[in-house]
């Protein structure tokens, strides 16, 4: 069973970046679509980025030009990078991983991230 620890959430004024990292002690980024989410207070979790095995990468309208998701396979890591970030990016951020041999899915517990105006 995968176990996903993210880190690099934080504080941040309007404008500024953060870049999220997402690891583990089992292989999450060979033969996998890889994700991040988000969920604000009072919302559901939404999709923010997501990434195939092949390397195709999908984001929300919202974020579209501000930040990337990739994949360090040497590292086993997927990040997000975050920049010109904004209040309405506030949440708690999650990464997820799908493996697509077996079907199964797993989440990591969160990061906060607060961006203030």
């Known amino acids: 069973q995968a176990q996903l620890v993210e880190s690099g959430g934080g504080k941040v004024q309007a404008g500024g970046s953060l870049r999220l990292s997402c690891a583990a002690s089992k292989n999450i980024v060979t033969n996998t679509n890889n994700g991040w989410y988000r969920q604000a207070p009072g919302k559901q979790r939404t999709m923010v980025a997501q990434?195939?095995?092949?390397?195709?990468?999908n984001y929300a309208d919202s974020v579209k030009g501000r930040f990337t998701i990739s994949r360090d396979n040497a590292k086993n890591t997927v990040y997000l990078q975050m920049n010109n970030l904004k209040p309405e990016d506030t949440a708690v951020y999650f990464c997820?991983?799908?493996?697509?041999?077996?079907?199964?899915?797993?989440w990591g517990q969160g990061t906060q991230v607060t961006v203030s105006s």
């Open positions: 990434i195939t095995n092949g390397g195709q990468t």
């Open positions: 997820h991983v799908f493996y697509r041999s077996t079907g199964r899915d797993y």
